[in-house]
C-alpha cells in the first residue's frame, strides 16, 4: 500500500478536516468550521480564518491537483478497458420493454408494460473498434520499416559533363 505523503508543511488535523469538508463542495465555511469541531459562535469567523492561511490554502492546492489527476484516465486504464471491450468483459446496461399479457374469463385481454435494464455484452463492431485502437496504440499496422543506419553517407556524381 502506497503511503501518500503531503507536501505542505504541517498543517493542523483540525485545519484539514475544516478544508477537507469545505472541498467536498456541499457546504459553506460556516458549515465545515462546525463541522471540525469549532464552537458555533465562532464557526463564521474561523471557517473564514482557516481557509486564507497560506498552509491551508496550499494544502487545498495540493487536493485539488490530486481530485484533478484522479480525473483523468491514464494510458494504462485506458488500455485495459479497451481490452475489457476486446474481450466481451465490459458489460453495457441496455433498457428494454417488456409485455406482460393476461386473459380474462370473459375472452379479454390486459397487456402491462413493464421496463427493465439489463447487462449485455458490447457488439461484435464494438469490440472490433476495441481492438483496432489497441492494435494502433502498439503500432501494430505499420507498414513503415524504421531502421538506424550508423556510418557516413557518400554521394557520388558519376553524370558525364557535357
Not at 447487462?119 to 476495441?130: F, G, I, L, Q, T
Request: proline share 2%.
Amino acid at each position: 500500500m502506497r503511503r501518500e505523503v503531503c507536501r505542505v508543511a504541517k498543517i493542523k488535523e483540525q485545519h484539514k478536516k475544516l478544508a477537507d469538508r469545505w472541498l467536498a463542495g456541499d457546504c459553506s465555511q460556516e458549515e465545515a468550521a462546525l463541522f471540525a469541531g469549532y464552537a458555533p459562535k465562532n464557526a463564521r469567523k474561523q471557517g473564514y480564518l482557516v481557509l486564507d492561511r497560506p498552509e491551508v490554502q496550499e494544502y487545498i492546492q495540493e487536493q485539488l491537483e490530486k481530485m484533478q489527476s484522479e480525473r483523468i484516465a491514464d494510458a494504462v486504464e485506458i488500455r485495459e478497458y479497451l481490452t475489457r471491450v476486446m474481450r466481451g468483459e465490459e458489460l453495457e446496461e441496455q433498457v428494454t420493454k417488456l409485455q406482460d399479457k393476461t386473459f380474462q374469463k370473459g375472452g379479454g385481454m390486459i397487456i402491462t408494460e413493464r421496463t427493465e435494464i439489463i447487462e449485455v455484452k458490447p457488439r461484435m463492431s464494438d469490440r472490433n473498434k476495441a481492438a483496432e485502437l489497441l492494435g494502433k496504440g502498439y503500432a501494430l499496422y505499420t507498414d513503415r520499416v524504421e531502421q538506424d543506419v550508423k556510418g557516413t553517407v557518400v554521394i557520388v556524381n558519376d553524370l558525364p559533363d557535357d
